[in-house]
């Protein structure tokens, strides 16, 4: 059992052992130790010295000082072969190793790297001291890092360490993070001489340095006689005019310029801390040049910009420049000489330009047509017109004649040709239009098929044979206020005489029992608006404003322009003071059934009767039976009517009996001011009940109840006129049997009219 237990325990530990060769092997292979190259550090003689250098070696030699720059010092292990290393010192991130003189190569190692091996030391000498760095690429030697500041006065200035690109830096103050060890610095400024300098960081010693650049620039101060002149040191412009300028030693080309005047040009030395001034007179290069026009419709072109006509004054600048007589449909004249210098005439006479012709021929069919050519008629013969002297150029002919299409043609003439063409026109057939409209408004029309404005149709009314098809029909007051519709005219034998409304007819509502004042602002007219009244008013766009005292005012806008504009119902809801607008709408809710809106626009939403008279054709034996009453009402399609009554009579106005009857009624609407009514309600003997004194008579009064249909016309708004027909049926009790009572139970089919007068919202 003993065996068996060490047998596991060495299996294990062997185990271990293969892991922890397999992880250095892994380690080793990706981290290297790399030294550069040796370097023999003459100017430091301090290993001259028995008190810094005491040490030797077997053969009693001084030894040389081998200084390693690394972070890793306690993880580095020197092999010099047979030879030892006699003393070693970590300093600062250094390794100081005094070795024997004779040491010629070494082995270098460092836990979880590969080792280098016969790093080569080259030939030693006593007391004097040697320099590298070793580098293996571990975490804990690459992210050693420490702090850089550089202070330099003279903004801006570049930085670059090792070679790497050169950092900008705007202050006075530079900072950077690097890691440890020696680097190479590089600052650099315009105009200053480049410094250059090693600095070495360690974990603990950070760089703090202030950098004083040597000066490299000398000055340059321009005066000119001229003002507004302009100065380019190597071909870069100065804006400034504080001299000296100061610009880097060396040789640079200085120029002098300003427009119209000759350039100076300098190429010179400038010396470190130099001053240079120049003093420069520019010469004019440029003359006043008189051209003349032969007329006034020859224009003068320079380098193929418009500058006149007639006789002009032109500064030229010397150099090459194109001068040219130019007119419409004639030769241009260009100037035969382009390069102008001090020495050219002062005077430029342009000769008087060829005019250029072509020719066209053209023929018509039909030949008795009316032409126009640019506008302006042309005489035809034998149905063809011909012209040898027209100007080249775009030209537009216009043909017409009646009962066809208008045509229109654009061509160009070109010099020395003619231009043939032959034209024939498409007939188009007419039809008889009659247009009436409101008085004081004058009709125009439009052929939609061709191009050009509204012609003078009529005055309110007029008739005219007119091209079938489409057609646009304007209408217009002498104040400058129009509106447009469109027509389609048949052939003679379909048309009818057609009305266009100009004025508009508008509704204003409002919410009920409220009326407030409503004012249309538009650009030729302004109305003010009592609400639920049809108005008419002008075609136009107006700004509406409602408004009433203790109620919000409701600003809007309405457009009447359009075609469809005539007659609208437009709705002006208005909240309270105390109300919130947030999410409320000025606009009722309109119904989802266009029918029943179509009806509201009308009639109203809601009807307030108050007063209705009617009169029923009966047939149970009275003559005469005339209903009345107050507080009709309707709500939508919901309608009530609490205090209704008929008056029966057999002849004359002698009153047989008196009826109570409340009824309520449910409104269909089918179109525009238009229902049906289905009503219900119950009819109370109040004569027989109340005033009559025949107690038997009281005692069988009888109570009726009865439906119907009616036809619901509110064409108006205001007077609804009802045609209905009602059957009633007693409501049966005791007295049922009695003479009386079967008497009413016959004959109570009845057909009837009613009258309205109220007012609707």
Known sequence: MRNGILETGLIKSLIILFLLSVASFINAGQYKVTVSKLRHDVQNLSQKDKKNNPYVDQNGERCALIIFETPLGNDLRFDLGSLDVEHSEILDDEIWLWVSPDARKMTIRCTGCEPLKNYQLGTLKSCNVYTAKITTGLPQESNLMQNVHLHCEHVPFTVSFDGKAPVICNNKDYYDTLQIGTHDLLVQSKLYKPYEKSIKLARNKACRDTITLEPNYGGISVFCTQADYTVKIDDEEILQRQFPIHVEAGTHIIEISKDRYQPLVYET??????????????????????????????????????????????????????IEGRRHNYDTWEYPVHDFTESSPNVIKIPKLTQQFGGMYVSFFPK?????????????????????????????????????????????????????????????????????????????????????????????????????????????????????????????????????????????RSQPFVRPNIYLKGEKESYNISPHKKVKVLPQKYAMYVTKKG??????????????????????????????????????KKSSSKVRQSFYDNAGTWFFGIADIGYTFGFDGYTHHIDFGVLPFRYKMLGVNLFDFEIQAKSGSNIETLYYRPKLSLVLPCGRGFAFTLFGGASLNIHDAFVSTDQNIKKNARTRIFGGLSMLINASGKVPVSIFTEYQWPVVGPQEETKHAKDEAVNLFRVGLNIALGFDR
């Open 551 to 588: 109620f919000q005012t409701y600003e809007d806008s309405i457009d009447l322009t359009t075609q469809d504009a005539n007659k609208i119902v437009k709705y002006t809801y208005i909240h309270s003071d105390k109300d919130s607008l947030e999410n409320k709408s000025h606009e009722p």
């Open 368 to 508: 008795d047509v009316t032409a126009y050519l640019d506008g302006q008629p042309i005489f035809i013969e034998e149905g063809a017109y011909m012209n040898n002297y027209l100007p080249i150029g775009e030209h537009i002919i216009a043909i017409e004649r009646e009962n066809y299409k208008m045509l229109k043609d654009t061509f160009t003439i070109e010099r020395g040709l003619n231009y043939i063409e032959s034209y024939k026109l498409e007939y188009k057939p007419t039809g008889n239009v009659s247009i009436t409209t409101d008085k004081g408004v004058a009709i125009y029309r439009k052929d939609t098929l061709q191009d050009g404005g509204y012609d003078y149709f009529a005055y309110e009314q007029g008739a005219k044979k007119i091209p079938i098809g489409e057609t646009k029909i304007m209408l217009k007051t002498v104040d400058g206020v129009s509106c447009e519709y469109d027509m389609f005219v048949n052939n003679d034998n379909h048309n009818e005489p057609v009305t266009f409304p100009f004025m508009r007819t508008v509704m204003f």
């Open 269 to 322: 030395p400038i010396q470190v801390g130099a001053d240079l001034t120049l003093n420069a007179n520019l010469k004019p290069a440029f003359s006043i040049v008189t051209i003349q026009a032969p007329d006034d419709e020859t224009e003068i072109w320079i380098d193929d910009k418009y500058i006149g006509h007639g006789i002009r004054d032109i500064e030229i600048v010397w150099g090459t420049h194109k």
